[in-house]
């Protein structure tokens, strides 16, 4: 099976949410000696020759030491769809695909992201599958879908579910990501303080207040 080679991929990391239910901005909690972008950004950057990390119009981030790019929302609270399509047209011309990520999945692996990117094929879009719900910021796009973005966004519709429908999708259930990781790691989003621990411990890391 062929795959997209690297030198033609890019990730685009959405890092522009509120984390209301978090209490706190995501991007910054610790992980190890990391922060938790910063485990993402250097799990990725190792799949793909660019890593953009699309933030709100106004948002602090983390140092991260490995090479990556800044695209931030043209206007405020513009949503992920649209700040995925810019950061499409960002690398357009040189990019085949991108895999594109929340900023609150440390447990991503590489593994995951490989096969993802050899699934795509001939497809718009490779898109896991959790509890029947789709995961449109755990997946991986083929440029092609760029015009069917715009077109939905152009439409006034600023919902990623919106401009996923119109995509030719492979989708891939939990149970065939369990092959590739056990821990399905790109499936646990950290959205609350609780899975913020649980994910600390399936990294066998200690949480911070626990020191």
């Known amino acids: 099976m062929t795959t997209v080679p690297i030198s033609q991929r890019a990730a685009l990391i959405v890092c522009g949410g509120q984390s209301r239910r978090m209490g706190q901005a995501k991007p910054h909690l610790p992980f190890g000696d990391d922060t938790m972008l910063g485990r993402i950004v250097w799990?990725?950057?190792?799949?793909?020759?660019?890593?953009?990390?699309?933030?709100?119009?106004?948002?602090?981030?983390?140092?991260?030491?490995?090479?990556?790019?800044?695209?931030?929302?043209?206007?405020?609270?513009q949503g992920p769809a649209a700040s995925i399509y810019d950061g499409m047209k960002s690398v357009f011309g040189w990019a085949e695909a991108v895999v594109v990520l929340g900023c609150d999945?440390?447990?991503?692996?590489?593994?995951?992201?490989?096969?993802?990117?050899?699934?795509?094929?001939?497809?718009?879009?490779?898109?896991?599958?959790?509890?029947?719900?789709?995961?449109?910021?755990?997946?991986?796009?083929?440029?092609?879908?760029?015009?069917?973005?715009?077109?939905?966004?152009?439409?006034?519709?600023?919902?990623?579910?919106?401009?996923?429908?119109?995509?030719?999708?492979r989708w891939v259930d939990a149970e065939e990501l369990s092959t590739i990781d056990p821990l399905r790691g790109i499936l646990h989003n950290v959205n609350t303080p609780d899975a913020y621990r649980e994910a600390l411990s399936k990294a066998g890391l200690k949480h911070p207040l626990d020191d």
Not at 43 to 53: H, I, K, P, R
Not at 59 to 69: F, K, R, T
């Open 43 to 77: 799990t990725v950057s190792n799949t793909v020759a660019e890593v953009v990390l699309l933030t709100a119009k106004v948002q602090d981030l983390p140092e991260i030491d490995c090479l990556h790019s800044v695209m931030r929302d043209r206007v405020e609270q």
């Open 105 to 169: 999945v440390p447990l991503v692996t590489e593994e995951t992201i490989e096969f993802l990117f050899a699934e795509l094929q001939n497809h718009d879009a490779v898109i896991p599958r959790h509890e029947g719900f789709p995961q449109p910021l755990a997946a991986v796009y083929s440029m092609n879908a760029m015009d069917k973005f715009a077109r939905v966004l152009d439409s006034g519709n600023q919902r990623l579910l919106s401009c996923i429908e119109p995509l030719n999708t």
